[in-house]
């Protein structure tokens, strides 16, 4: 068996070798994240079959849980995980001819570790931990952010990290509370000793975690660093900000409301906190010019869709709100990486220049079609099967609160429809009717991600029983928390 | 007076917390708003700290057998500070070189004054 | 022939067609129409033979069915004729156009669409078929680009909330019944309470009123239908906009049941319905008499003439019913003729559809002519085309029925549309032929052939309704309805007796007593038309063209009260909402102090909810 730790140990390694392999040969250093990224992708898979019937758990330094830190490899663990290499792996293809000005071996180096952190997040089972982990996904991401230098890059990136700072210190005190009442950093022994102690005092360390996690996990009104951070970091890393980081976010939120705190009374909190979220961010996204920022405001509202389904916490809503996750990574991740290089050969962001590239940039386009329909959730492409839990999980509650609330969330999606639309109508169809001049498309290494990422796309939507195995049993771990003690302390 | 005695260490912690915060929500000045941040952190250190400190304790170390467990402090928080000053060294150090950056792009701190990404 | 091959068919021969496509234009060309034929020809062979398959079990552990029966195989042939219909008019009317690939794409894959949502066993599968002939259509309805777009991005709008309702309805089947099998779902909603049927109804008629646009929801279709190429303008109005039609064929005879039906909300909805399609009738028509662009004249046409079919359908008795499903397929035959007869007066005169300017085209393109002439005689309803067939049966149907008023509804929109297509077949054909189209040629085969199969499928229905009344007969049986006594003629049971062979024999007859009047007086004399305006004194020819503003008196005399009010409400509520999104996103408002201070009243916020309420 392999152990998980690997999947954090190695990439870990690779990232603060990559300097190293630049002494050897400059050409070296960016094929080292493609190489690490496959490596943790064909670890997590390998993985899947054994953690469907148990969770693997990793004490380090030899000593039983709770005594230890330790790394849980539950299905949810291993789904993120496998969520995160992928779309790291072909985003590191991506960025192979897409980076070539600047600090390139700092490019490869940070993301490896943004990489390296947000894995960390998803498999550590220490709360402390999660905070490191946590704190390396920011901190290379705030400078992943300014990397391009330029003003906009920069202002975004003071701006992020000064909310970042603010919800790490957040995190961080509620860590610190947590401590303090059980004299233990071990989720699962938190989660087993929440129920001794009052209520009210484990209040406040529950909202300090909500809040510091939710801002990396862009929950409103915690996410103004994001159409920010989003827009003005080179498209390579939008697209992992947007495909990874505010899921990772978000897992963490889950994994401390559901796991550790098993806090079922805010769920209708977090329903109604998504549906906020989710109708600011496509309502903001609307009349956006600037095309990574409808796509950032886009992110928003998707993000809310997954928090909205996750606090209707049925089986369903969890599975449907972890499907959209997947759902989200992969046509965001699309979307951001098609974007990238019409950007480039534009030279603006502004949507309006983007007219007739559905003639120069043919398949760039197509991608970004397919992208945005997979958001709006039309079939047959993979937002359909998760909305399609999604809603079926808020009608299934059976109250005409939640048909409500789900016609609202659905009525975001119109909005959304609306203006992905218009993009794609600027596509192909706005402006004058070119004489078709020479193709510009998007290099090799760009089109081989994108590429895989409209299959993956069409072919998980069209047959989601690839992934509901360890959907289903992922959304089992996260409701069923008992399950989850026992499996870590045994 | 004992009360004072008693919280005297969460009160000082949380003390510098909100003044970090103050600093951060009032100031318009990036470098002060990034002192803010480091005030925050530290009272944040020390209220890591100060859950793990007994009163008259000793080092956690087993050096001489006569000194019982239950004199020692927790060592625990210590070593979480030790990782968290780190972190807070790196997120001030990045913050500072940025903040260099942003003054050469804007040719001001004044973070009121830098809106362009807005909307 | 399983049900799946046709489908496997149908999609994977619109994505080859897009691939050889790069190859060549011809082979493109010909693989289009044949794929499009062949899907006829196969629906043509199913005839009959009624079959339920799964032929799907990947998709979150639902089995996805096709089924076939008469309901389905009824629409399966309009759709599949229409199709290729439309595919043989494209070849030249596309000829030189840009990104043709992707329009026989996406025609095949709109058709695709449509077969799929008819064989669809299952309400899962009729959702995604049903999105994806949406969102092809959408494409379609864009490819003329300028106000082609605004005109895409109102039907895809309204198209996505459609969607959502429908989203909502079947889900919501689904999460009490754990089945969305049509056949194992109906059963389930008939034990029902009525009020949860009603909502269930009134949520999918939101989402088929849209696609069949029925009044308030009517807005996007005169748009889509006049900015969309020709070709797919017939299939527009002809087919896709009836599958909302089909849908609540669907749900109100299939999934509900008649008897239920007719008795929800105290005997009321039905009714309302049948007034909702009253109205759909009288002011779309009156509407389209207004209009100026020839296509958008049919558009609103569409619009009316869906009326006739919910008032039909929505009637309930099997004579309504019958009507309105024979209405239904009567439809695509006369307006698909239309647009396509406009298409070819569009091809030969580089993109002209203002009726102020056309007129005297008769001798240039005499058989387009005559698809005209049979095409409106169709679609107003005269003797001896089917339109006349399925509207008399509505009528009759009302009549027997009781509704007065609801008949008299039906009458005017008649008139409306007697007027509004003569408007139409005089301002492109008759009167003077304008210099400038001197030269016109007549329109090349491959758009005389479908004209001419069309026609010809009018006046057969119209003179044996027997044929396709034989087959709605079967439907509405199995609806639950009494059977009617249909023989070749017509209809011969005694509430509604219909006879083409009278009717045929009277215009005859009628018809040679008038030419002999005719041929018994004197000779008339030809005068040149323009004599004959200005009693004779000089006019000069290039600056007087008397089309222009035809009915001008009655214009002005209706045209305030029949503004699109919904219309405009809609433009009024989406520049609210645009607004409302603009203001929305200044939270974000570029200050981080703001930003930060969101962090701490958020976290205060929670910390006061919890103090005020102790909520946890």
């Known amino acids: 068996m392999v152990n998980p730790v690997l999947l954090i140990a190695v990439p870990l390694g690779l990232a603060f070798a990559i300097p190293l392999f630049g002494f050897i040969s400059q050409k070296l250093e960016k094929y080292i994240p493609p190489v690490a990224m496959l490596f943790n992708l064909i670890v997590s898979l390998s993985l899947i079959p054994k953690v469907l019937e148990q969770p693997i758990v990793v004490s380090i330094g030899g000593f039983p849980p709770p005594f230890c830190i330790n790394l849980v490899a539950g299905p949810v663990g291993v789904l993120f995980s496998a969520i995160i290499a992928l779309v790291g792996f072909l985003v590191s293809i991506y960025a192979l001819d897409y980076i070539k000005e600047g600090a390139t071996e700092k490019y490869h180096m940070l993301y490896l570790l943004l990489l390296t952190g947000a894995t960390g997040v998803v498999l550590t089972g220490d709360i402390f931990n999660l905070f490191v982990f946590f704190e390396i996904l920011c901190i290379s991401s705030y400078a992943l952010v300014a990397y391009l230098g330029n003003r906009a890059g920069i202002e975004s990136a003071v701006k992020y990290l000064i909310q970042g700072a603010i919800g790490s210190s957040l995190v961080l005190i509620g860590v610190a509370l947590l401590y303090g009442l059980f004299g233990t950093l071990n989720m699962a022994d938190i989660a087993r000793n929440i129920d001794s102690v009052s209520p009210i005092s484990v209040f406040v360390p529950l909202v300090l975690l909500i809040t510091g996690l939710g801002i990396e996990g862009a929950i409103f009104p915690l996410n103004a660093w994001l159409p920010d951070a989003h827009s003005s970091a080179p498209s390579s890393i939008s697209a992992i900000l947007s495909g990874i980081a505010i899921e990772v976010g978000i897992y963490a939120v889950a994994r401390v409301i559901f796991t550790v705190f098993g806090a079922s009374s805010i769920f209708l909190f977090l329903v109604l906190l998504g549906l906020l979220t989710l ?92 992208g945005a329909f997979s958001l709006v959730g039309l079939p047959p492409f993979v937002g359909f099967p998760s909305k399609f839990l999604i809603v079926r999980a808020a009608l299934a509650k059976e109250e005409v609160l939640f048909t409500v609330l789900i016609a609202l969330v659905l009525l975001g999606t119109v909005i959304e429809g609306a203006y992905f639309f218009r993009v794609i109508q600027t596509l192909y169809f706005k402006g004058k009717r070119v004489s078709p001049n020479k193709r510009e498309e998007a290099p090799i290494a760009a089109l081989i991600p994108i590429g895989i990422l409209m299959i993956l796309i069409i072919v998980i939507g069209v047959y989601p029983r690839l992934v509901t195995d360890i959907l289903n049993s992922a959304a089992s771990e996260l409701l069923n928390r008992i399950g989850y003690i026992k499996g870590v302390l045994g | 007076m004992s009360f004072l005695n008693h919280y005297i260490y969460y009160i000082g912690a949380f003390g510098l917390i909100f003044i970090g915060l103050y600093i951060v929500l009032v100031k318009h000045n990036l470098i002060k708003v990034i002192i803010g941040l480091s005030i925050m952190e530290t009272g944040v250190n020390l209220f890591l700290i100060s859950i793990g400190y007994i009163k008259g304790g000793t080092a956690p170390i087993f050096s001489t057998p006569e000194i019982e467990a239950a004199r020692m402090v927790d060592p625990v928080p210590q070593a979480l500070v030790l990782t968290a000053i780190v972190i807070g060294v790196a997120v001030l150090a990045l913050a500072l070189s940025l903040a260099i950056r942003l003054y050469q792009h804007y040719g001001t701190l004044n973070l009121r004054k830098i809106k362009e990404q807005r909307w | ?334 307006i698909a003729l239309l647009f396509l007869v406009v298409g070819a007066v569009e091809y030969r005169t580089k993109g002209i559809r203002d009726l102020n300017s056309l007129g005297g085209l008769i001798k240039r393109m005499p058989i387009t002519f005559i698809g005209a002439l049979v095409g409106a005689c169709g679609l107003i309803g005269l003797p001896l085309t089917n339109g006349f067939v399925s509207k008399w049966l509505i009528y009759k149907s009302l009549i027997l029925q009781g509704h007065p008023f609801l008949a008299f509804a039906a009458l005017i929109g008649t008139w409306g549309t007697i007027l509004s297509l003569y408007k139409f077949l005089h301002n492109m054909f008759l009167g003077q032929l304008p210099e400038k189209y001197r030269n016109v040629e007549k329109a090349p085969f491959n758009m005389q052939f479908p004209i001419i199969i069309l026609s010809l499928i009018i006046i057969l229905f119209g003179i044996l309704p027997g044929i396709p009344l034989k087959v709605i007969n079967s439907i509405t049986t199995s609806f639950g309805l009494e059977s009617l006594n249909i023989n070749i003629w017509g209809i011969a049971s ?85 607004k409302l999104c603009g203001g929305i996103r200044h939270v974000y408002t570029g200050d981080v102090g703001h930003y930060v201070m969101y962090i701490v009243l958020f976290l205060a916020s929670l910390i006061f909810v919890q103090i005020k309420w102790g909520i946890w």
């Not at chain 3, 996007?220 to 009836?242: K, Q, T, Y």
């Not at chain 3, 018809?511 to 004599?531: C, S």
């Not at chain 3, 009655?554 to 029949?562: A, H, K």
Request: aromatic share 14%.
């Open chain 1, 279 to 370: 109708l600011v961010g496509e309502m903001s996204a609307f009349s956006q010019k600037n095309i990574k920022r409808l796509l950032a405001y886009s992110s928003i509202g998707q993000i809310g869709l997954i928090v909205f389904a996750l606090g209707i916490a049925t089986s369903y809503g969890v599975v449907g709100g972890l499907f959209q996750i997947i759902s989200h990574s992969l046509s965001k991740a699309l979307l951001f990486l098609a974007v990238g290089y019409m950007i480039y050969r534009t030279g603006s962001m502004d949507i309006s220049t983007l007219d007739g590239m559905g003639k120069r940039m043919p398949f760039t386009s197509l991608a970004f079609t397919i």
């Open chain 3, 1 to 334: 022939m399983s049900l799946e091959l046709l489908l496997i068919i149908a999609f994977g021969g619109a994505f080859l067609t897009y691939l050889l496509g790069k190859l060549s234009s011809g082979v493109r060309n010909f693989f289009a129409v044949f794929i499009s034929c062949a899907l006829a020809a196969i629906v043509a062979y199913l005839y009959g033979k009624p079959s339920e398959e799964t032929f799907y079990l990947g998709f979150l552990g639902l089995p996805l069915l096709l089924r076939l029966n008469m309901l389905s195989w009824f629409f399966a042939i309009a759709i599949a004729v229409v199709g290729a219909l439309s595919i043989i008019f494209s070849l030249s009317y596309m000829k030189g156009r840009e990104k043709t690939d992707f329009y026989y794409l996406m025609m095949l894959l709109v058709n695709a669409g449509m077969l799929g949502i008819v064989l669809s066993g299952d309400l899962v599968s009729f959702y995604i078929f049903w999105e994806i002939m949406s969102w092809s259509a959408f494409l379609l309805i864009s490819y003329n680009r300028g106000p082609a777009l605004a005109a895409g991005m109102k039907y895809i709008i309204m198209s996505i909330v459609g969607s959502v309702a429908m989203l909502i309805g079947m889900l919501s089947l689904y999460a009490n019944y754990g089945t969305l099998s049509i056949s194992e779902v109906a059963p389930f909603v008939a034990s029902a309470s009525s009020g949860y049927i009603l909502f269930i109804l009134i949520v999918f008629s939101i989402a088929f009123g849209i696609k069949n646009a029925v009044l308030p929801f009517h807005t996007w279709l005169p748009d889509a239908h006049s900015e969309a190429p020709s070709p797919f303008s017939a299939v527009l109005s002809g087919i896709l906009v009836r599958m909302g039609m089909y849908g609540f064929l669907l749900f109100f005879f299939v999934i509900v049941g008649s008897k239920l039906f007719l008795g929800l909300g105290r005997d009321n909805f039905h009714y309302i319905l049948a007034w909702i399609g009253a109205i759909n009738i009288v002011i779309p028509t009156f509407i389209a008499m207004l209009q100026n662009d020839s296509k958008r004249l049919l558009a609103w046409h569409g619009v009316g003439q869906g009326g006739y079919m919910v008032l039909g359908v929505a009637l309930g008795t099997s004579l309504g019913v019958t009507g309105g499903t024979f209405h239904i397929v009567n439809h695509p035959s006369y």
């Open chain 3, 494 to 578: 005694e509430t509604g007796a219909l006879n083409t062979i009278n009717i045929f024999a009277a215009i005859l007859a009628v018809g040679l007593i008038v030419w002999l009047i005719f041929r018994a007086g004197p000779k008339a004399a030809p005068i040149a038309q323009d004599d004959n305006y200005a009693a004779g004194a000089y006019v000069p020819k290039e600056k007087y063209h008397y089309t222009v503003d035809f009915y001008n008196p009655l214009y002005r005399m209706i045209s305030p009260y029949l503004r699109d009010f919904i219309d405009e409400f809609y433009m009024k509520l989406a520049r609210g909402t645009q």
